[in-house]
């Protein structure tokens, strides 16, 4: 199966730690996208690449998250000094790039729950 | 920013009935996505629909894009147990990163 790929599944860590995600996109795609969900909300947006280029990165993005996508291949989030209110779901969606006409079509992984204590 | 508003936030319905939610946006979408989620799991995607007007089959699920371009709806025929989950539509404004709504949670009672 070539789906979206997302690594670890699940991540405990304590406050103040740094965390990082990773996301291998279906190959073929160039769009990523990263995603949080907490319950009861649909997916809320983060930030998205187009192959290596960060196009855009929500303005209630804290500094202290920071996404990659070296080589336009897999991509990974970071998060510096956790706190407890970044305890949510990390979902990770990529999707083909413009002119495709199914731009729009966003495939997600499994995410990656992250639980801060 | 873009919200994207659905009804209902849920229903609890009886197996083998019929199921209807709609998705309501302030501005003009050219594209309209329907996924469903299920507990610990990413959105799956179910219909893409991209022409106002159109109306898309994917088994008993049909979804319609609204013909003002700012509204979806979603219906599940004869549902069974696995339609348990909750229900999204997205859409891309300005043909840029998904926006989506806060969900339908649906349940079946047997």
């Known amino acids: 199966d070539t789906g979206v790929s997302q690594d670890p599944r699940h991540k405990i860590t304590k406050r103040g730690q740094n965390v990082t995600f990773r996301c291998d996109p279906i190959?073929?795609?160039?769009?990523l996208y990263w995603y949080r969900q907490t319950l009861g909300q649909g997916p809320e947006f983060l930030t998205y690449?187009?192959?290596?280029?960060?196009?855009?990165k929500s303005r209630l993005l804290s500094d202290r998250f920071s996404a990659e996508r070296p080589k336009g291949s897999f991509s990974t989030l970071e998060i510096q000094r956790t706190e407890q209110g970044d305890s949510a779901m990390y979902l990770c969606?990529?999707?083909?790039?413009?002119?495709?006409?199914?731009?729009?079509?966003?495939?997600f992984g499994q995410g990656t729950r992250l639980t801060v204590v | 920013g873009q919200q994207l508003n659905q009804s209902p936030q849920s229903m609890f319905i009886q197996e083998g009935e019929d199921v209807s939610m709609n998705c309501t946006s302030s501005?003009?979408?050219?594209?309209w996505l329907w996924y469903k989620q299920d507990p610990g799991e990413g959105p799956v995607l179910l219909i893409a629909?991209?022409?106002?007007?159109e109306l898309t089959s994917n088994g008993r699920l049909t979804a319609q894009f609204g013909i003002t371009r700012k509204d979806s709806f979603l219906n599940i025929s004869a549902s069974i147990p696995s339609d348990v989950g909750i229900y999204f539509c997205?859409?891309?404004?300005?043909?840029?990163?998904?926006?989506f709504g806060q969900g339908t949670r649906l349940t079946i009672n047997p």
């Open positions: 969606a990529s999707s083909l790039g413009v002119g495709t006409g199914r731009i729009a079509e966003a495939f």
């Open positions: 190959s073929e795609h160039n769009r």
């Open positions: 690449f187009q192959n290596e280029a960060q196009l855009e």
């Open positions: 501005s003009i979408f050219n594209t």
């Open positions: 629909l991209y022409k106002a007007g």
């Open positions: 997205a859409g891309p404004p300005f043909n840029q990163k998904l926006v």
